[in-house]
């Protein structure tokens, strides 16, 4: 039982990162299209709520950003933390 919890728990968040990831390379493309995404990782935390890690190029230097995530089964909100 527990194992397909987490199965089924992998594959949501799996799916998420892909949703939210172009998502990012789209907002981030409209206000500066010199920064590129490298990377994006997102873990399930509880709850609701998912952390992300988000790997950016800008201005040939790498910058690694924390993403707050809220996922309630049919909507989600993402925040990059730049602070």
Not at 27 to 35: P, V, Y
Not at 55 to 81: H, M, P, Q
Request: with cysteine.
């Amino acid at each position: 039982m527990i194992f397909l919890f987490l199965f089924c728990q992998s594959m949501i968040t799996e799916g998420l990162k892909e949703h939210i990831k172009k998502e990012i390379v789209s907002e981030i493309s409209k206000l500066d299209k010199t920064i590129r995404v490298v990377d994006f990782q997102l873990v399930y935390e509880e709850g609701n709520y998912y952390n992300g890690t988000l790997t950016t190029k800008e201005d040939e230097e790498t910058f690694v950003y924390d993403v707050l995530v809220t996922y309630d089964g049919s909507n989600y909100k993402w925040e990059i933390i730049t602070e």
